[in-house]
């Protein structure tokens, strides 16, 4: 009989107890969405207006000082809304030893992409 | 006893039976299309280095988009994105304590089906009028 | 198809499961085999098939579906009927948890045609044919439709549900206005058959941490209760990204709860309170 069945239903249930956390993880999640509402419509109005106006046109649209903002809040919003929602997602569906190093690396690797993407942005906007 | 007790109970079976309702085949689809969603930002991510890169790069981006594969990929993306945006107002919404009458919950959900096929559409049509095929 | 209340069933045929493969994650001991077949008793006109899920402790072998030919005219309307009937006149191992037969006992929760329901409440007349009963979905089973509600009952346990103060004990009854009263309307009525709790994906999922809706809506009755002095301590115990947060919204819960409740809701709340005690 293994160790997990002589602890008690209660002992079981408590397990580690209340993490006293998880209101934060959940209102930045809210936020970012509620940013990304309107920088998401005017991303999809943008790229609907600009298609097949070529590469200097693009670059050009980049470089407004305007479209230079909202691409960089875009991006924070985005892959921070990404990396708590894919961690939602982690959390829900792995439960092995490799959950956490599979939290840490997604969320390295969104900040490595949104970083990247920024990093673009800026060297169009400033070149 | 022991020998019963040994014997892990078996455990009844969830989602191989459970039917599959609005609530929760929205639910899922919030989170595919979420999960999609984050595959697309890094695409964004490799058209802004692209036209960082300069035109080469930029051009090579284009041609993969302009390909049909990267048609049928932007289509998905498109609908993904409406899909997940209007699912998330509703889940908006909810967090601030309004819609939950199963009424509610049935009609915002039929319509974030239906706003999310219909503003695909019209993204569609928006694009071809502006790409000089409409009238 | 718009619902209205939690006892419309749905009458679409498209997608009645999920299409996953039928032994989906399933472990070796919970595979389903199929049982045997009961005849129709003999002269019987109105005959409805049951797939009535079976499994015996001390037979040593994996669940199974038997399947009845139930004599409709023989049995009352309900689904609790039909159990009773089968118990009665063709098997009497078949094993199932009744005792009201009104809605009130919440004993015999079941999975009937794939959505949870009390079998006492439910009309035969609005099963598919062949109708589908399993037990709660996602339960250990001690046997037939007899799930272990052990750990569930421990998680409600967990939420301490009952009234905590610390003001000194008065000589009469705790005072409460009939406005704080109604308060309670929504949430005291929950029976705990655990119909939502069974029909979370994310209790199937992590049921182990995550309480469920149905034990967080007892926890939200005692939080809105005007009398309890333990609100904050409560509010500290739940939150934690498993116990409250592992609920997505899906709101399986609230289509599915029996007595017309709104765990959702009650879930949702408690989010507020994190939110305002904070803000």
């Given amino acids: 009989m293994s160790s997990a069945r002589m602890r008690s239903p209660l002992g079981r249930a408590l397990g580690l107890g209340s993490a006293r956390d998880g209101v934060d993880a959940w209102w930045r999640e809210r936020v970012s969405a509620v940013a990304l509402v309107p920088l998401t419509a005017w991303l999809t109005v943008s790229i609907l207006m600009r298609a097949d106006k070529g590469y200097a046109a693009v670059v050009a649209w980049l470089k407004l000082p305007i479209t230079t903002t909202l691409m960089t809040l875009l991006l924070i919003a985005l892959f921070y809304h990404t990396a708590l929602g894919l961690q939602v997602v982690i959390e829900d569906y792995v439960h092995s030893r490799i959950k956490i190093p599979v939290l840490v690396g997604m969320h390295l690797g969104c900040v490595a992409l949104g970083v990247a993407g920024l990093v673009a942005v800026l060297k169009i906007a400033l070149a | ?135 | 198809m718009i619902i209205r209340s939690s006892d419309e069933v749905s009458r679409t045929t498209v997608l009645k499961r999920f299409p996953v493969p039928r032994n989906f994650g399933v472990d070796a001991a919970s595979r389903i085999d199929r049982g045997r077949t009961w005849p129709a008793p003999r002269g019987a006109t109105r005959i409805k098939r049951f797939d009535v899920y079976r499994y015996d402790p001390q037979s040593g072998q994996n669940p199974r579906i038997d399947t009845y030919q139930v004599d409709l005219d023989d049995c009352g309307p309900m689904v609790l009927d039909v159990l009773i009937w089968i118990k009665n006149t063709v098997d009497p191992s078949l094993t199932f948890r009744r005792s009201c037969r009104e809605g009130v006992c919440g004993s015999c929760a079941m999975n009937i045609d794939g959505t949870n329901w009390l079998a006492c409440t439910k009309f035969n007349a609005d099963l598919a044919t062949p109708a589908t009963i399993y037990p709660l979905a996602n339960m250990r089973i001690i046997k037939d439709l007899v799930p272990d509600l052990t750990h569930l009952f421990a998680q409600h346990r967990l939420v301490e549900p009952w009234l905590r103060s610390k003001s000194p004990e008065p000589e009469r009854e705790r005072l409460q206005s009939p406005q704080e009263r109604a308060q309670l309307d929504g949430l005291y009525e929950c029976i705990l058959c655990f119909c939502c709790t069974s029909g979370c994906p994310s209790h199937w999922w992590n049921g182990d941490r995550f309480l469920g809706p149905a034990v967080l809506l007892q926890a939200t009755r005692w939080l809105v209760d005007s009398r309890d002095e333990a609100t904050g301590e409560r509010l500290d115990e739940l939150e934690d990204p498993f116990r409250l947060y592992r609920c997505h919204t899906i709101l399986n819960c609230t289509r599915t709860c029996p007595k017309g409740l709104n765990p959702g809701k009650a879930i949702a709340d408690v989010k507020k309170m994190l939110i305002e005690r904070r803000s």
């Avoid at chain 2, 009609?107 to 695909?120: M, N, Q, R, Y």
């Fill in chain 2, 1 to 135: 006893m022991s020998s019963q007790s040994d014997r892990q109970r078996p455990l009844s079976p969830n989602i191989q039976i459970y039917r599959p309702q609005l609530t929760s085949v929205l639910s899922i689809g919030n989170r595919i299309s979420g999960i999609a969603l984050g595959a697309y930002a890094v695409g964004l991510v490799i058209l802004l280095v692209a036209v960082a890169s300069g035109p080469d790069a930029y051009a090579a981006v284009y041609k993969f988009i302009g390909s049909w594969v990267g048609r049928i990929v932007l289509f998905g993306g498109t609908f993904c994105l409406f899909f997940h945006f209007c699912g998330g107002i509703r889940h908006l919404v909810w967090d601030a304590g309004y819609g939950f009458s199963l009424r509610a919950i049935y009609l915002s959900g039929w319509t974030v089906v239906a706003a999310s096929i219909g503003l695909t559409a019209l993204t569609y049509v928006v694009g071809a009028i502006l790409a000089g095929y409409g009238p």
